[in-house]
């Protein structure tokens, strides 16, 4: 039986924004199971602004008191190789779009740790995505466009299922739940579910698999083996 890697998520919560948190917690889960250590280094005014965010996550913040302009990226930098001697985890991910990380990701790798990074669209730069085995932008949702996008979405729907049957009661309500799926986005199933809790259309422990599953011919879920994701596909297409 193939052993569980180990892995680490350290955020650089005074650079990136707690949508951009969320969204990078949710898509480590989603990609690589369990997540061993969760921590947040940021001052103390990040840390009660997110505090909320934080424990929705179970993410231990690391709350740094020191005035330094980079001080929290050296309490980040140090406790990450702490972490690497003493705990070997399989795979360090670190959320963070500052450029100052390079020389501690590169000594991560040659501590034998994979290293990869998620950082917010338009802030990182070629030369310091190019030191990761792996690094992923994640796009800035502003709580203005969340609330737009979520007004447009069952015209979208309806204008999908043009010409086609009516949509399933059910279905209508999910895309009204997860906007993102009625503009044919492909969205990560820890979010849907975590939509669909907010909507009532998911129970505490329920599975949001089992729910696209009633809807084969409405929402594809890849990969096909170990479903992460799932698209809205309209009976018009």
């Known amino acids: 039986m193939t052993q569980a890697q180990r892995v680490a998520l350290l955020i650089d919560a005074d650079n990136v924004s707690g949508d951009v948190i969320e969204q990078a917690v949710q898509r480590t889960a989603a990609e690589h199971g369990a997540i061993h250590v969760r921590r947040a280094y940021c001052n103390a005014e990040t ?3 997110q ?8 993410v231990r913040p690391m709350v740094n008191l020191s005035a330094g302009k980079n001080s929290t ?17 399989d795979l360090v991910v670190l959320v963070s779009s500052d450029s100052d990380f390079a020389p501690l990701v590169i000594r991560l790798r040659e501590k034998g740790c994979r290293v990869c990074g998620i950082g917010q ?15 992923t932008d994640i796009q800035h949702r502003t709580p203005a466009a969340a609330s737009k996008s979520r007004e447009r979405a069952p015209r979208r729907a309806v204008a999908r299922a043009a010409g086609a049957p009516a949509l399933p ?5 999910i895309l ?18 975590q939509l669909l809790r907010s909507g009532k259309l998911l129970g505490k422990s329920a599975s949001s698999l089992k729910l696209f599953r009633k809807h084969p011919e409405l929402f594809v879920l890849t ?3 170990r ?8 009976p018009a297409a």
């Open 223 to 225: 990969p096909e083996k």
């Open 169 to 173: 009661e059910e279905v209508q309500r």
């Open 51 to 58: 505090q909320a965010l934080f424990k929705r996550l179970r």
């Open 121 to 135: 669209l338009g802030k990182t730069g070629e030369e310091t995505t190019a030191v990761y085995d792996d690094f």
């Open 73 to 89: 990226d050296i309490a980040l930098a140090v406790d990450a190789i702490d972490l690497v001697i003493a705990e070997r985890p």
């Open 176 to 193: 009204q739940a997860v906007p993102e799926l009625a503009s044919g986005g492909r969205v990560e199933l820890n979010q849907a579910a």
């Open 47 to 49: 840390a009660v602004k």
């Open 227 to 234: 479903p992460s994701k799932v698209q809205f596909t309209s």
